[in-house]
């Protein structure tokens, strides 16, 4: 047996792609069929409702794709925090977490693994939905620019990440996976709801958090999309730092009998 299928940390890494790997294909299809929905309903609203057609504009690309992008930004981001009950709060009430403390791992290896796991299976089931409603939307309405899109993802990997790592947090800080779930749901409602209402020129260049759905239908300069990135990049790592001095100063676990 190789030296690296033996390494605690290749095993942590294993186990938790092998956990979640489950969760992309669902997830895939969940999105595109809620973004095709969303777009569909765009397309067919003037026809059901005649009254709203003349306060309506004509529907375009950027439009579809900003619209779904404004919904993803809600609610895969709620998704992704409900994920991470699981982390550590899941481990606790599993009574397992007893026995990933007492192995030869790192407590920074053991944050991170389970982090980026939720992290790369949200971000592959993101992209691979929105590649499905892009191609829904280039069939039936028109072909989306595709150098925004591709934008607004980047920056939206972003904001993901700082969901992730606040649904960390509250994992590590909570008793149980629901309540871990629950609570990080709660934050991540209050912080999409209220930057969503922040859409004045004054503030729309700031509101990070909103960055990938504004970017479709907005121009923002380069500088002011990079100090943006900048500033996720700075509340997620502060996130994690928090993240793994909790759990390292955590009252080392004890095995409950059953």
Do not use: H
């Not at 669902?26 to 059901?48: E, H, K, N, R, Y």
């Amino acid at each position: 047996m190789s030296t690296s299928k033996t390494n605690p940390v290749y095993a942590l890494i294993r186990k938790e792609w092998l956990y979640n790997r489950g969760r992309i294909l669902p997830l895939s299809i969940g999105l595109a069929i809620f973004g095709i929905l969303t777009v569909g309903m765009l397309m067919i609203l003037p026809d059901i409702l005649p009254m709203i057609e003349g306060f309506m504009p004509e529907l375009t690309p950027e439009m579809a794709i900003q619209s779904f992008m404004s919904s993803i930004n809600s609610i895969v981001s709620i998704i992704a925090v409900i994920l991470c009950a699981d982390a550590i709060a899941g481990e606790r009430e599993k009574n397992t977490l007893v026995l990933i403390r007492t192995k030869p791992i790192p407590i920074y290896s053991i944050i991170l693994t389970k982090l980026f796991a939720r992290y790369i299976i949200m971000l592959i089931g993101t992209i691979v939905g929105t590649l499905l409603v892009y191609l829904f939307t280039y069939l039936l309405v028109g072909p989306p620019e595709i150098g925004s899109i591709l934008l607004s993802l980047a920056v939206y990997a972003l904001i993901l990440f700082v969901y992730i790592s606040i649904g960390m947090l509250i994992s590590t800080i909570a008793k149980s996976q629901i309540s871990a779930g629950a609570i990080s749901a709660g934050i991540v409602l209050v912080i999409s709801l209220v930057t969503s209402l922040l859409v004045s020129d004054s503030i729309i260049n700031y509101n990070a958090f909103q960055l990938s759905t504004n970017l479709i239908l907005r121009d923002f300069t380069p500088l002011t999309i990079a100090l943006n990135c900048v500033a996720l990049l700075i509340i997620g790592f502060i996130l994690i730092a928090i993240t793994i001095i909790l759990f390292e100063s955590e009252k080392e676990p004890v095995r409950k009998s059953i």
